[in-house]
């Protein structure tokens, strides 16, 4: 590996097309405000190096960055690249990770509006988010310990798993496919909308309006908290271990929960059924 160490560059493309080479401690500024350092690159390790110019890791092949970080004027920052570890980097710029396959996230601050859209094969595990239309139409997730802030995430993914996860967020995971959550904390409105194959477990659903539409919903032990309005014209099997709001209209299956404030049936397409059970006494079933 060739290394470069303890430089600045501020050239258009500068370095370009580079093969097997380390780069450390370096910094991508200046007057001459040139792009694409790293464009169409192969084998390459970064590490610690600040960046504040815009796309720098384009149509890379096996790329390392450690440490570091890229400020808002670094945006688009990875695009079109695969076999990508990033660990310990603060990513700042807007778009940060896109069209990208193979990728691992451990250990980073994201703040970056639209980050991680249609990328495929990722691994994100002990990192903070900050995002809008966070992982938009991605495929195979798997996430741990995340903790996400923004609106509108996860939308059209699919083949994804999420683990001891916390996400305050709205509209998250709508129109998502074959999706599971466990162990994990979602708040805000209008949960899941439209998605097919979502599995909650042993998660904490907390806001208005949650899982409505829904094809194919599952959850198992859960517990919903100000939940009012849920599984409208949804498909759903369902434990829930705490007090309901109100659930409406749900279109098939069984909701089993402890109580439940309000029933609203004014459809008459809404064939699920309720059955409220407080562990002293049998189960009544709501028809």
């Avoid at 899982?211 to 099997?237: A, G, P, Q, W």
Wanted: glycine share 6%; net charge negative; hydrophobic share 35%.
């Amino acid at each position: 590996m060739n290394i470069i160490e303890n430089k600045t560059f501020d050239q258009e493309r500068a370095l370009y097309g580079s093969r097997n080479l380390t780069v450390r401690r370096c910094g991508f500024d200046g007057p001459a405000d040139g792009e694409s350092a790293f464009k169409e690159c192969k084998n390459i390790a970064v590490e610690n190096c600040f960046f504040n110019l815009r796309y720098p890791f384009w149509h890379d092949h096996g790329l390392a960055i450690t440490g570091g970080e890229m400020t808002e004027k670094c945006r688009a920052a990875l695009w079109y690249s695969d076999h990508v570890q990033i660990t310990g980097l603060k990513m700042y710029g807007i778009k940060a990770l896109r069209e990208c396959s193979d990728v691992t996230v451990r250990g980073c601050d994201i703040t970056s509006s639209e980050f991680g859209w249609s990328v495929r094969d990722i691994t994100m595990e002990d990192t903070t988010a900050q995002s809008e239309y966070f992982m938009m139409r991605s495929e195979n997730l798997t996430f741990r310990n995340v903790r996400f802030q923004g609106k509108y995430s996860f939308q059209y993914i699919k083949n994804a798993v999420f683990e001891n996860c916390v996400f305050e967020t709205k509209d998250a995971f709508w129109h998502g496919e074959n999706i599971t959550v466990r162990n994990s904390t979602i708040k805000g409105e209008y949960l899941a909308w439209y998605s097919r194959g979502l599995t909650l477990e042993n998660c904490t659903i907390i806001g208005t309006q949650p899982l409505c539409y829904c094809k194919d919903l599952k959850l198992i032990r859960c517990e919903m908290v100000n939940t009012d309005l849920c599984f409208e014209k949804s498909e759903v099997e369902a434990s829930i271990t705490t007090p309901v709001v109100s659930i409406k209209n749900p279109l098939s299956g069984t909701i089993c929960v402890p109580a439940v404030g309000e029933i609203i049936r004014d459809d008459s397409k809404s064939k699920g059924k309720i059955i409220v059970c407080n562990y002293a006494l049998p189960c009544v079933v709501s028809a």
